[in-house]
Structure formats: structure tokens, C-alpha cells
């Protein structure tokens, strides 16, 4: 018997085997090949240096550790301090911050808008992706502090002052003027209790304040229901002003130094996306500037909102990446009935029909990247508006599903959390929100049918699958028929079958012309000639499931 106070040994029944190790310190660039190849085909210019050390970074145990120190230890709200001041703020756990700063440090959050150099958005597109195989919640400011930059350009002045620090490398978490911060992030503002598609219904009012260097000022009094990192240094929001509702900019501190009249009500109790804050907040007579024309305020918002829609498929696509890697990490460890579980045929089905799905979402979401990139040129102008719908609609909507089927390659340690170390429970509590906020998925069918309004879509579309002509029988037929019912029009109700038609090519045509030849035949086959069942894990026993599953492998 252990003396008082002695550790208990262990029985001799607790013996651990069998059960895989973690993937850590991985380079999650060099170990995925369908984002090499996405990036060599979107933009052969790129030198990859730099993705090769966020990935090293990325993959590390000290970043892991942060991630799940960030999700566990959650965003608290501090309304007042001790002595009953207002205060407003919001406490993250150190790990928050190390994350932001290496998101900032890698130029996630703005660096395309600082440079000139040619890929620049296709390049911090394949950061986001590895990024989000880390830890996708503080991914959210990073994400609307990128997109901002486009609308914001409408308040030249107010541009001027805050660009700089919008691309600015250095993190700086403090609530301060913005002109003592190396750096500055920015969020938005226009969910409200009564609606968030349909913004129309915003019941926030914004009455003129005179005007000053940053051009007509405004009061604004309202509340939003959805407001998420509250500790951005400013924010687009929407407001009614007399001429209809418009795009103001709407800054934590004001250039004085004073608070601005903006009060966290409280923080949402959110299904995952933990570590990052989404708040309640109401604003009463707070202060804001016009941005682009008043009036003519949603058309401007979703400038912003189009740029945080190609996150949402950049994201998904880094989710899908990381749950398929951690399905055949432990897959090719775990045994099961005398051999590797990555060896059992119907595992093989399973692990393959994953790479699939996600080595095609990868490439859509680096093509419609490349289409910001290169916003003069009509033809690529035509595809961002195009695929940016479809993209967030159909890959966000395939994520849960994938990610069950691979938390399912893991078994029961798949559904347990174990303090924030079940990263692939964390990956599937993440997988909803990409497709609900920016437009849910309806909203996105429908964006599609505006899109399909310009005229140039189907052209756009024809184009695109012409560069894979020959590649499979049914792709040929597709593109040979598809535009033209592209500019017929779809109805409503037929939208989200259109966006999914249009998705599924897009996405053969570039695995054809980016992924070997045993991808292409599978995704085809399964994707658009109907070889296929309605669950993961029924591709063709013809299917060269060695191929495929080599090329995904995360070791
Ligand atoms: C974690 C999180 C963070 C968020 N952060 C922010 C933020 O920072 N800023 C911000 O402004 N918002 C934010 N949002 C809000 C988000 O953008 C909205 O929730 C989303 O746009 C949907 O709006 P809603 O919730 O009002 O739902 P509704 O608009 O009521 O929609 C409900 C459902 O109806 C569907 N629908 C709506 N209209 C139609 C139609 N005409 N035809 C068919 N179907 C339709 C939608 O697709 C959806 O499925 C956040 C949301 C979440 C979950």
C-alpha cells in the first residue's frame, strides 16, 4: 500500500496502445499538395516562401497550444471596472493575442492593399487557408479588416489616415486613438433583432452632426444584434439617415481620445467560433462618418461583405483540409480488424471521397482568390462576381457534412473534446457559421441570380470550362450545355441547384487542370456523371483510391 500522500501507481490494466499520436509540427504548406498546385496554376509568379514558414508556424505545437488556450479560456465582457465606470471592453486570454498577432504578422488581415506586387490576394488567400487549419475564430477580424479596405476607399480622407495602419504588420489589442497604434482592425456592423438578410429593415438612425476633415458627420442611435470583435478599432456600419440607409465609419475612440457612445450588451453564447467575441451593442448618439454616397449605403457595405464571402470559402476550404489530415493521421495509426484502418477498403472509400471534396474546394477557393487579383481585367472581373456566391454557397455548405464524415474516421475520439484538445470537435462546431453569416446559403442562391443579371456570366463561365475541354466526357457535355442555361436564367426556386451545378464544374475544369489525372476521373465520375452515392465513401471500386489518397497524406 503507497505511503499517505504517495501517487497511486498506475493499475496494470491501464495500458495505452494503440491509440495515435497528435499531428503536430507538420508544415501544413509542404504537406498540401492541392494548394501547391492551386497556387502554381492561380499565380506561377509567387515565390512560396513565405506560405512555407506560416505553414512551419501554423503546424507548430506552440501555435496548437495557443489555439486550444484561445478556445477554452473564451472572450469575457467587462461592462464596468470595480469602481462602476463604463468600461466595454473585452478580455481575451493571452492566446488570443499571439494569435492575432501572428495572423497580422503574416499580412492576413491587409497586405494585398499595401503592395502592388502581382498574386498578392492569391498569395494572403493560401495564408488564410493554412491560417485557418490552426485556428479559424480570430480569422474573423482578420477577415473583415481585409475586406474593408475597398469601401473604405469611398471616405478618401478617412482612408488616408487609417490604410496605413490597415496594412501594417504590428498587432496592437489596446483601445487608443487610433493615431498612437502601430496597427488598427476593423469590423462591421448591420445585422440587426428584425433582420440580417434582409438589412433593408435596419432600424438604426443616423442624423447629420455638421461635417469635418473627414467629411459629413453623423449621430447615429440604434442598436445591432450581431456584432462581432467589438475590440476592432472601428467599424462600417449601417443607418438610416434621411436619404436612405447608408455606409458610415464608425471608430471605437474618437480622434479625441474620448470613448465613442457604443455599449456591449452582452456576448453571444455561440455552438463553436469561441475564441472569437460576437456582441450585442446598442449605440446612442454615437459618433460616425459618411462613406460613399448617403443613401447608397448597402451596395457599399457589401464591398466589404464580397471580399468576407471569398473568406468564407477560403476558410471552409483550410477547415476541410485540416479534418481530412487529421482523419488519415490517425487512420493510418489506429488498427482495426488486423490492419491500419487506412487499409480497410471502405476506410479507403471513405478518406478518398474526402481528398476529393475538399482538394476541389481548395481550388475553387484559390480561382475565385485570382479573380481579386486581377479586378481590371473583365474577363476575371465577371468570375468574382459569378463564382463569390457560388464559392461561399456550395463549399460552406458541404463543410459540416464533411467534417461528420471525418470526425467519423476518428471514431470516439473524434466527438471528445479533452479540454479543447479534440481539434476536429472544434473543426465541426466551426463549420456552420461560414455558411449562415455573410448570406446564408438562400442568400447566396439568390446573389447568384443577381449576378446572372450583368450579362456576362454565362460568357465568363464558357470561357472557363473551355480550358479543360477534353478532360472527361461528362465535364464536355456540361460545358457545352451549362452556359447557355446559365444565361437563361434560373427561377428562385431553382437557385440553389443552379449554384451547385455551376460549383461542381468549375470545380472539374480545375482539377483538370491542376490535380493528376486520378482526382479528375473520380471527381467526375462521382460529381458530375452520377457514379456516385448521397454519403461519403461510395466512389467507384474502380476508383484509384492509392493515387489519390498518396497525394493527401499529411506525413
Ligand atoms: C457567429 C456570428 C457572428 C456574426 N457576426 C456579424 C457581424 O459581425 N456583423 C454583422 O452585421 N452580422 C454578423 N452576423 C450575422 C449574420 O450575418 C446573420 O446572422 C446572417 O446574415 C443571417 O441573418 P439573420 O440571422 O437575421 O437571419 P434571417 O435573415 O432571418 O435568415 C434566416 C434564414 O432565412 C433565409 N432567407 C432570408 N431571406 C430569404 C429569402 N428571400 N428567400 C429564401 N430564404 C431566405 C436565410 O438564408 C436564412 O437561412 C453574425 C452571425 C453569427 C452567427
Known amino acids: 500500500m503507497p505511503a499517505p500522500g504517495a501517487a497511486m501507481p498506475e493499475f496494470a490494466t491501464h495500458e495505452v496502445f494503440n491509440q495515435p499520436g497528435p499531428l503536430v509540427d507538420v508544415n501544413l504548406f509542404e504537406t498540401h499538395r ?74 492576413l488581415h491587409g497586405a494585398p492593399w499595401g503592395t502592388s506586387a502581382s498574386g498578392a490576394h492569391v498569395l494572403r488567400a493560401a495564408g488564410f487557408m493554412l491560417f485557418t487549419g490552426l485556428e479559424p475564430s480570430i480569422l474573423c477580424p482578420i477577415s473583415m479588416s481585409y475586406a474593408v479596405t475597398p469601401a473604405l476607399r469611398a ?31 476593423m469590423g462591421m456592423g448591420m445585422t440587426e433583432k428584425q433582420g440580417g438578410s434582409d438589412v433593408r429593415s435596419n432600424s438604426t438612425r443616423a442624423v447629420a452632426d455638421g461635417s469635418d476633415g473627414w467629411g459629413p458627420r453623423f449621430r447615429v442611435t440604434g442598436h445591432k444584434w450581431f456584432f462581432s470583435a467589438p475590440m476592432c478599432d472601428a467599424f462600417l456600419i449601417l443607418a438610416n439617415t434621411p436619404a436612405g440607409l447608408s455606409c458610415l465609419f464608425l471608430p471605437r475612440v474618437l480622434p479625441d481620445g474620448s470613448r465613442n457612445a457604443l455599449r456591449i450588451q452582452r456576448l453571444k453564447d455561440k455552438l463553436g467560433n469561441k475564441a472569437n467575441a460576437s456582441s450585442e451593442v446598442e449605440f ?62 471502405l476506410m479507403r472509400n471513405v478518406l478518398a471521397d474526402l481528398a476529393l471534396e475538399s482538394e476541389a474546394a481548395t481550388a475553387l477557393a484559390l480561382r475565385l482568390a485570382r479573380g481579386y487579383d486581377k479586378r481590371g481585367d473583365a474577363h476575371e472581373a465577371a468570375i468574382a462576381r459569378l463564382l463569390t456566391p457560388i464559392s461561399k454557397f456550395w463549399i460552406c455548405k458541404r463543410g459540416s457534412a464533411f467534417a461528420q464524415e471525418a470526425m467519423e474516421c476518428l471514431g470516439g475520439n473524434g466527438y471528445v473534446e479533452e479540454g479543447g484538445e479534440g481539434v476536429m470537435a472544434r473543426i465541426y462546431r466551426e463549420m456552420p457559421v461560414n455558411s449562415i453569416w455573410e448570406g446564408a446559403g438562400n442568400i447566396m442562391a439568390l446573389d447568384l441570380l443577381r449576378a446572372l443579371r450583368s450579362g456576362d456570366a454565362g460568357a465568363a463561365l464558357a470561357h472557363e470550362l473551355a480550358a479543360a475541354r477534353g478532360a472527361h466526357p461528362a465535364l464536355d457535355r456540361l460545358a457545352s450545355s451549362l452556359p447557355a442555361r446559365v444565361e437563361e436564367m434560373a427561377t428562385e426556386v431553382e437557385a440553389r441547384r443552379l449554384a451547385q451545378e455551376v460549383a461542381l464544374a468549375v470545380q472539374a475544369a480545375l482539377l483538370a487542370q491542376t490535380a493528376p489525372p486520378a482526382v479528375v476521373d473520380a471527381f467526375c465520375a462521382s460529381r458530375l456523371d452520377g457514379d456516385w452515392g448521397q454519403a461519403f465513401g461510395t466512389l467507384s471500386g474502380r476508383t484509384d483510391f492509392d493515387a489519390i489518397l498518396l497525394r493527401a497524406l499529411p506525413r
Request: charged share 25%.
Open 34 to 107: 492541392a494548394l501547391q498546385d492551386a497556387l502554381r496554376f492561380n499565380a506561377p509568379e509567387l515565390d512560396p516562401a513565405p506560405l512555407r514558414e506560416l505553414g512551419a508556424l501554423a503546424g507548430s505545437a506552440e501555435m496548437q497550444t495557443h489555439a486550444r488556450l484561445a478556445n477554452v479560456h473564451t472572450p469575457e465582457l467587462r461592462t464596468h471596472d470595480r469602481f462602476g465606470h463604463r468600461l466595454d471592453e473585452v478580455e481575451f486570454h493571452p492566446s488570443y493575442h499571439a494569435l492575432m498577432a501572428a495572423a497580422v504578422r503574416a499580412g
Open 284 to 345: 446612442q448618439e454615437a459618433t460616425a462618418w459618411l462613406v460613399g454616397e448617403e443613401g447608397r449605403g448597402v451596395p457599399k457595405i457589401l464591398e466589404m461583405g464580397t471580399l468576407t464571402r471569398l473568406d468564407c470559402a477560403l476558410g471552409t476550404s483550410g477547415l476541410m483540409r485540416q479534418a481530412l489530415a487529421l482523419a488519415l493521421d490517425h487512420t493510418r495509426q489506429r488498427m482495426a480488424f488486423g490492419k491500419r484502418l487506412i487499409e480497410q477498403p
Open 155 to 185: 471616405n478618401a480622407a478617412v482612408y488616408a489616415d487609417w490604410a496605413p495602419k490597415l496594412t501594417s504588420r504590428s498587432y496592437d489589442p489596446l483601445l487608443k486613438p487610433f493615431t498612437e497604434k502601430p496597427g488598427v482592425t
